[in-house]
């Protein structure tokens, strides 16, 4: 049913960069036997899912919405990949995303945008547009994102869908196509919070493949996410985070948030108002850790190793071709500001000051957590913005993460659900709730609630 959806309307959607019917089917087909036989099965066992094209998957083309990687086929399955294939869920293909996941509108995919199924002429939202819009198009249950700067969290609020940043750590990053190392995170993409918190178990736990990985048990998400639609909220402290209203903020979209408090005060949770003076500064170092450490992953893509190549004689003029071709001009921009700001003599300045506001934005949240239990805010100031509206202006695309980027910078767990429909315009506004590290049930809990 879901093949025949992606046949249906994806040539107007546009979330797939790849699609793998046989290989769904192939899957689908052996869970069904196995259920014949009586076998002991995954709890998600043949239940498809999308993954975004930044997940690396074995006889599957993988090219993280870049032209430099066309055509190319991984040798290897990311940990998240195998996890999945474990689970027995059929696959049902790539999703497409943001070129290396720079952006908040997949308008910067190498293959063309995807299309917000709610309006074919807007956003939906980025860098993982894809696994959004497949969910919201009814084309997949369940998809996989990454988060650096709210790409899963963001998307998810513009298409009225769930999304979840877990714990940095707490899902493994092994074959994932790296884009700020210090800030990406894997996460589930799903209709309902539920269904995220068994997606989020199949994705998590320890991966001696990833340093960064947490060697700590799965948190319980989905114990959560069932106690927490028995409702009882009383005793729950929830941190409305002063910063992120007003200014730039549409009138509906806080008007919604304002009705998500309204029912947690009604479920008995207490409401606080916190401050975090810091956050101020989190886009401008977000915006320069963000490139310095891309410019450093993206130095592999180099004509040699894999993909695209255009040969010019030489190898340092064939890297340079390749290159000046392969990358689109965001990644370029990203590159040159990421090479600038570690460069000698600058260093210091930008990329020494940045990790000095990430360490006061990461003490502005403990503060913050001493006076409530969860933090919430809207997820993005407003509602899908038109195709083209903001591709030639850079720094409007970024004020797109200003709610979401804070989390990345002191790796803590986030999430999007739907706070409903703006009344201005009908489309759909996120709900943003963030607990402390390794509380990522805390964020089913109350989010089940609130559904
Ligand atoms: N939109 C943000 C950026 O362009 C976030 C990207 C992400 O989370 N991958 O960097």
């Known amino acids: 049913a879901h093949l025949d959806r992606i046949a249906a309307v994806d040539g107007d959607v546009h979330a797939f960069l790849h699609i793998n019917t046989e290989g769904a089917l192939a899957t689908a087909r052996e869970v069904d036997e196995a259920r014949a036989a009586g076998e002991d099965l995954p709890p998600l066992a043949g239940v498809p899912i999308a993954i975004k094209d930044i997940l690396v998957t074995q006889g599957m083309p993988t090219t993280a919405g870049s032209r430099i990687l066309e055509g190319w086929e991984p040798p290897y399955d990311a940990t998240v990949t195998r996890k999945v294939r474990e689970a027995r869920m059929p696959i049902l293909g790539k999703t497409n995303m943001d070129e290396f996941a720079m952006g908040s509108s997949t308008e910067h995919s190498g293959f063309g945008p995807t299309r917000n199924p709610w309006d074919l002429d807007r956003i939906p939202g980025g860098s993982g547009g ?121 009138a509906g979209v806080e008007q919604r948030f304002e009705e998500g408090l309204d029912k947690l005060r009604a479920l008995g949770a207490e409401v606080v108002e916190v401050s975090c003076p810091s956050f101020e500064y989190a886009l401008a170092a977000y915006y320069l850790i963000l490139p310095s450490e891309a410019s ?27 290159r000046a071709e392969g990358f689109g001009d965001e990644v370029k921009r990203r590159i040159i500001l990421g090479t600038y700001a570690l460069s000698a ?81 009908g489309l759909p506004a996120g709900f943003q709730i963030l607990a402390p590290a390794h509380e990522d049930a805390r964020l089913y809990r109350i989010g089940a609630a609130l559904e």
Not at 200 to 220: C, I, K, Q, R, Y
Not at 301 to 306: E, Y
Not at 357 to 383: C, G, N
Request: charged share 20%.
């Open 130 to 250: 894809g696994s959004a819009a497949s969910i919201a198009a009814w084309e997949a249950p369940l998809a996989i994102g990454s988060d650096t700067g709210g790409s899963i969290r963001q998307p998810a609020s513009v298409t009225g869908t769930v999304g979840v940043k877990p714990t940095y750590g707490g899902v493994s990053r092994y074959g994932a196509i790296a884009l700020a190392s210090s800030l990406d995170q894997l996460g589930p993409c799903a209709r309902t919070v539920e269904d995220a918190a068994m997606l989020h178990e199949v994705m998590g736990g320890h991966d001696p493949m990833d340093a960064t990985s947490l060697n700590e048990p799965v948190p319980g998400c989905v114990d959560a996410a069932r106690q927490g639609r028995e409702s009882d909220l009383s005793g729950v402290r929830v941190g409305v985070i002063k910063e992120l209203s007003g200014d730039g903020y549409q």
């Open 296 to 322: 450093s992953n993206l130095a592999k893509f180099d004509s040699v190793r894999f993909g695209m190549r255009v040969e010019k004689g030489n190898i340092e003029r064939t890297m340079g071709a390749t």
């Open 345 to 425: 003599g600058y260093y210091d300045a930008y990329y020494g000051s940045a990790q000095k506001v990430r360490t006061l934005i990461q003490r502005d949240f403990a503060a913050a957590f001493e006076k409530a239990d969860v933090l919430v805010s809207p997820t993005t100031p407003t509602t899908p913005f038109k195709l083209g509206e903001r591709i030639d202006d850079p720094l409007a695309m970024y004020l797109n993460d200003v709610a979401t980027i804070p989390a990345n910078l002191a790796g803590i767990p986030g999430m999007s659900l739907p706070s409903g429909t703006a009344p201005e315009d």
